[in-house]
């Protein structure tokens, strides 16, 4: 099997610390478990794996030299921010020459990659631009829980202008995308509900006509593509009905807190970041550098460690699909 590949995160964060914990965890698991290669500076693990008393040994790394003395383990910097960013380019590119089954990623902070010089608004952005920096692909962030599948229309964009952005096209390719990633999910026929974007899905008119005239004409145009999608449905209610009454196997929310909140709300310990569009698979965490601990060394793993999961059976799935095509 192919490795995945599991980077840094921010290195002043407590990106480092979950992978440790979570590759150590992994690798302990199963003899027959996909190998994973972490990406980042192999001295700043040793060092960490001492302090977490995790031993380093079996790790095998892509090694990338970091500027340590520059990182402040817990604060924004240029050398943190472009430590995190190499870690990523270089994963991508083993992805892109399919040298790897695909990848995983700890969190970065934004600000720090800006310092270094890197003013992408989020990982997805970045990634989607990294795989194809002539026509990047058109992507989209799916969060994943036991409880609860969401996809969001827009990312990291204000609120202004991602109301100002929408439109029928996009929205549809976001339903599509949606459909596929839960059938690669095992998810054969997917109920795909789309949220609204105003109180009550608009109130026929009453709130605002984005859900008339946009989000209802993209629902309608995806059930003449033979997709099983439904709405707009109200906001405050919809992520209920996917979760409680199991109405719908996936939500589409419009915006970035939209579809956030309720998975969050549910717990980050198992939620994992899933990025469709791609040409190859990414997971992550779906939290932050919690630079507030990051020197405590309590962070908990088991988000990445969900990601990890989720992207080696995601690659297990593609190559019992595709053999011919993973071989070269």
Same mark, same amino acid.
């Given at each position: 099997?192919?490795?995945?590949?599991?980077?840094?995160?921010?290195?002043?964060?407590?990106?480092?610390?979950?992978?440790?914990?979570?590759?150590?965890?992994?690798?302990?698991?199963?003899?027959?478990?996909?190998?994973?290669?972490?990406?980042?500076?192999?001295?700043?693990?040793?060092?960490?794996?001492?302090?977490?008393?995790?031993?380093?040994?079996?790790?095998?790394?892509?090694?990338?030299?970091?500027?340590?003395?520059?990182?402040?383990?817990?604060?924004?910097?240029?050398?943190?921010?472009?430590?995190?960013?190499?870690?990523?380019?270089?994963?991508?590119?083993?992805?892109?020459?399919?040298?790897?089954?695909?990848?995983?990623?700890?969190?970065?902070?934004?600000?720090?990659?800006?310092?270094?010089?890197?003013?992408?608004?989020?990982?997805?952005?970045?990634?989607?631009?990294?795989?194809?920096?002539?026509?990047?692909?058109?992507?989209?962030?799916?969060?994943?829980?036991?409880?609860?599948?969401?996809?969001?229309?827009?990312?990291?964009?204000?609120?202004?202008?991602?109301?100002?952005?929408?439109?029928?096209?996009?929205?549809?390719?976001?339903?599509?995308?949606?459909?596929?990633?839960?059938?690669?999910?095992?998810?054969?026929?997917?109920?795909?509900?789309?949220?609204?974007?105003?109180?009550?899905?608009?109130?026929? &008119? /009453?709130?605002?006509?984005?859900?008339?005239?946009?989000? !209802?004409? =993209?629902?309608?145009? @995806?059930?003449? #593509?033979?997709? +099983?999608?439904?709405?707009?449905?109200?906001?405050?209610?919809?992520?209920?009905?996917?979760?409680?009454?199991?109405?719908?196997?996936?939500?589409?929310?419009?915006?970035?807190?939209?579809?956030?909140?309720?998975?969050?709300?549910?717990?980050?310990?198992?939620?994992?970041?899933?990025?469709? &569009? /791609?040409?190859?698979?990414?997971?992550?965490?779906?939290? !932050?550098? =919690?630079?507030?601990? @990051?020197?405590? #060394?309590?962070? +908990?793993?088991?988000?990445?460690?969900?990601?990890?999961?989720?992207?080696?059976?995601?690659?297990?799935?593609?190559?019992?699909?595709?053999?011919?095509?993973?071989?070269?």
């Amino acid at each position: 099997m192919k490795p995945l590949i599991v980077t840094s995160g921010d290195p002043a964060g407590i990106g480092p610390e979950v992978v440790l914990k979570a590759v150590s965890s992994w690798l302990a698991g199963s003899a027959a478990a996909r190998p994973l290669l972490v990406a980042g500076d192999p001295e700043w693990f040793i060092d960490l794996g001492k302090k977490l008393k995790i031993s380093t040994k079996n790790i095998n790394f892509l090694p990338i030299r970091w500027k340590k003395e520059e990182i402040l383990t817990g604060k924004v910097g240029k050398s943190a921010g472009q430590a995190g960013f190499e870690s990523i380019r270089q994963a991508v590119s083993r992805c892109m020459f399919r040298e790897a089954a695909g990848l995983v990623t700890a969190p970065i902070q934004k600000e720090s990659l800006a310092l270094a010089g890197y003013t992408w608004p989020g990982h997805t952005e970045m990634l989607a631009e990294l795989s194809s920096p002539s026509a990047p692909p058109a992507v989209r962030m799916m969060l994943v829980n036991p409880e609860l599948k969401v996809v969001l229309n827009s990312v990291h964009v204000a609120l202004k202008d991602m109301i100002d952005g929408l439109n029928i096209r996009d929205l549809v390719k976001t339903i599509l995308l949606a459909q596929s990633a839960c059938q690669q999910l095992g998810i054969a026929a997917p109920r795909i509900a789309v949220a609204g974007l105003n109180p009550h899905a608009g109130e026929a &008119g /009453l709130f605002g006509r984005e859900d008339l005239d946009i989000i !209802g004409p =993209a629902v309608a145009q @995806a059930k003449s #593509l033979g997709v +099983d999608v439904s709405g707009p449905w109200p906001g405050d209610t919809v992520f209920m009905r996917a979760r409680q009454a199991k109405e719908f196997d996936v939500v589409i929310a419009q915006y970035h807190d939209q579809g956030l909140i309720p998975i969050k709300y549910l717990g980050l310990d198992q939620g994992v970041n899933m990025t469709l &569009g /791609l040409p190859f698979i990414r997971t992550s965490v779906d939290h !932050g550098t =919690a630079f507030d601990i @990051a020197e405590q #060394l309590i962070a +908990d793993p088991g988000s990445l460690l969900a990601a990890i999961a989720l992207a080696d059976r995601l690659a297990s799935q593609q190559e019992q699909e595709q053999p011919s095509l993973m071989n070269h």
